[in-house]
Each structure stands twice: as C-alpha cells, then as structure tokens.
C-alpha cells in the first residue's frame, strides 16, 4: 500500500462500521460507518472500551452461546472471522469480529458491522406476500362456492353432480395450498443461502454417496412425490428417463441437499420439454470430481435470457416457459447449494434443441479417519 495513503481514510471509504480494540481492550480505531450506525453510543466505547461494547452488543440477549465475548474467544482461537449478529433500534445488523496478529506479538479485535440488505429483504417479503394473497383469496372464494353450492343444491340434481362440482373446487383449493407450501419449502432453503447456515448443514450432512444406488433411489421416488406442479398433467415421468451410471462412482456431498437439487432440474426438464422426448441422466468421473448431467430435448433457453437462469424470482420469458407456473427461485436455491458443497452447476442450451444442466460435485476419497470408523462398524 502507498505509505502516504492514511489508514483513516481506508477506513472511512468503507460501508461496514470497523472497530478496532487493542490487548487492552481499548478503541483504537473506528471509522465513519461505525459512527454512523452507533452514534452516541459510540462516545461511551471509546471511553469504556470493550466492555461498553459488550454491554451495548449483548442488548437483549440471554442466550450465554451468543454473547459477543463468546464470539470474540472463538475468533482469537480461529484462522477465521466469526459471524454473529447485534439488535439495535429493532433491527438485526449482522456482524464479523476477527483477531489480528502483528508483528511484534499484539493481538488485536476487529469488529465489522454490516448494513442490513432491506432492499433485497422488501422484494422477497414483496413476493412472498403476493404470492401467498392470492393463494388465500383463491381458496376462501372457492370454499366459498363449495358452501354455496351444497347450500342451493336442487333436489332434482344427482349426487353425482354435485360431487362433481365440489370435487372440482377441492382441486383448486389443492392446487393453490401445494404452491403455497413449494414456496415455504424455497423461503426455508432461501433463508439458510442468505444466513449462511447452508455451509453447516452441508457440512455436517456430508457423507459417502454411491451413485449407481442414489440414482436408481431417486428415480423410483419419483413415482411417490408431487415433483411438477399440480396443475400440470398427470404423466409418467419415469419411462422418460434414460440413466447411465457407471458402477463404482461416489460423491462427497450431502444426500438431502443433492436430492432435492435433482429434483428440481428433473421438475425443470420435464415441464420445459414435450412428453415424448427422453430425458438423460448421465454421470461420469472427471478427474477428482464427478458430474451429473441433466438433458432434455426441451425449448432451450435464448441466448439474451442466459443472465437470468441463476437469478432469484426471475423466469425466462418465452411463451412455452411463462406458460407453466414457477416461482423462479428453483435454480438460484441449486446453484448456492451446490457450491455450499464445493461444486459448481451451469448449463448448456441451444433454443428449440434442448438444455443440458451440470453438475460437478468432489468424488469421494477415504480419509485416514473415516477409513478407520469403517473398520470398526
């Protein structure tokens, strides 16, 4: 760095609020983020120290895992920054604190706080609320014509007819309440993405995945579950499928996240294509990974709307596609999954010929560890 660039200014050019304290738990440095946020409070940290902003950090808190102290020990033992989170005036700003060695021996604490991401938290309460108001008022007007249709049932009119009718309202009411509940299961993943527990889940999920059964075990699941949206015509998904795996090929991956990724790129190639045309798994070793591909023979994606695959609530927007129902969040969830696994995921299309989805996931490799907890079950 330029030695006549002041710190400070570094600083004071940065959108997250930096404290720093020293071994003595003294303030030693702030920036103008940080006074912004703090304000006053600031006054009482640079007086008192650590331990103001251990008083104002732990406001509200009573949970002695979360203490900012707790935090500060697990960062000074650690290589890494630490995440944890501060209530001030109602909201949660969400923090970094770090240790910092120098030279001579010093430890120092560095304390980041971010700004809350409001705009990107208003368009998903946005949708969200749309989508979930729509889905009521459907289903309190058509529960409201079931009432009324038994209530002004003619004596003249069979049963059967009337079944029928209410039968037909059911659906709908069964339609809108699976969307509702496809679109909490996608708030729920969206949530661990952005919070960053997606990373501890994976971790602590990881396992050995022999492909040939995880494969074999997918497709026959998809018999038992509601993979396309109700809406869509019944069909047998399965006899489109054509699998090539070859036998000894495993993953290090989580089974829960990596099924549900499959499922979502199988919902997308079975929606996106006509019924006739195969759909292709195909797995194959490439060097210290393994990829899954997924193609179909569907509409393709133009090549203008490629920037919008991987986007949160965007859809491409060619008749075929905005003709079925979608949220647009499928592929962005799969995608942060798949690197919360150490993988990538991308395509390939070609408009009216197809689209082929890749996954590239770490293959398996017996550690000195679990080589021993096998020997012993």
């Not at 710190?7 to 004071?12: C, H, K, N, S």
């Not at 309190?140 to 039968?167: C, F, N, W, Y």
Request: net charge negative; with cysteine.
């Amino acid at each position: 760095m330029d030695k006549n660039l002041d710190l400070q200014v570094v600083l004071d050019g940065l959108g997250q609020g930096v404290l720093i304290f020293d071994d003595n738990n003294k303030l030693v440095l702030d920036n103008l983020a940080a006074r912004t946020t703090l304000g006053t409070d600031l006054n009482l940290i640079r007086r008192d120290g650590w331990q103001a902003a251990e008083t104002l950090f732990n406001a509200q808190q009573t949970d002695p895992d979360k203490m900012v102290q707790t935090y500060r020990d697990q960062a000074l033992q650690s290589a890494h920054p630490v995440r944890f989170y501060i209530l001030r005036s109602g909201e949660y700003i969400p923090c970094w604190i770090a240790g910092l060695n120098t030279t001579d021996g010093k430890v120092y604490t560095m304390v980041t706080l971010d700004s809350p991401d409001w705009a990107a938290l208003n368009e998903l309460v946005g949708k969200f609320h749309s989508e979930v108001s729509e889905a009521i008022q459907s289903t309190q007007g058509h529960i409201d014509l079931i009432e009324q249709t038994i209530a002004h049932h003619k004596p003249q009119e069979s049963l059967d007819t009337l079944t029928k009718r209410v039968m037909g309202f059911s659906r709908l009411i069964n339609i809108h309440m699976a969307r509702v509940a496809r679109l909490m299961d996608m708030l729920d993943r969206l949530q661990k993405i952005r919070t960053g527990e997606i990373k501890t889940l994976v971790k602590s999920r990881r396992r050995k995945i022999d492909l040939v059964n995880f494969i074999e075990d997918l497709v026959e699941e998809l018999d038992e579950i509601s993979l396309v949206d109700p809406e869509t015509d019944a069909h047998d998904h399965r006899s489109r499928l054509m699998v090539n795996v070859p036998n000894g090929l495993a993953v290090s991956a989580s089974s829960t996240h990596l099924t549900r990724i499959l499922q979502d790129i199988l919902r997308n190639a079975i929606m996106y294509s006509m019924k006739a045309t195969p759909i292709r798994i195909t797995v194959e070793a490439k060097g210290q990974n393994i990829q899954i591909a997924i193609t179909d023979e569907g509409y393709g994606i133009r090549e203008r709307e490629r920037d919008r695959v991987f986007q949160a609530f965007k859809r491409a927007r060619q008749p075929q596609i905005i003709s079925e129902f979608g949220y647009g969040l499928n592929l962005y969830l799969c995608k942060h999954e798949v690197e919360a696994m150490n993988g990538q995921l991308w395509f390939e299309s070609t408009e009216n010929v197809g689209t082929t989805f890749y996954i590239m996931l770490p293959a398996w490799r017996e550690s000195p560890d679990s080589a021993s907890s096998a020997s012993k079950t």
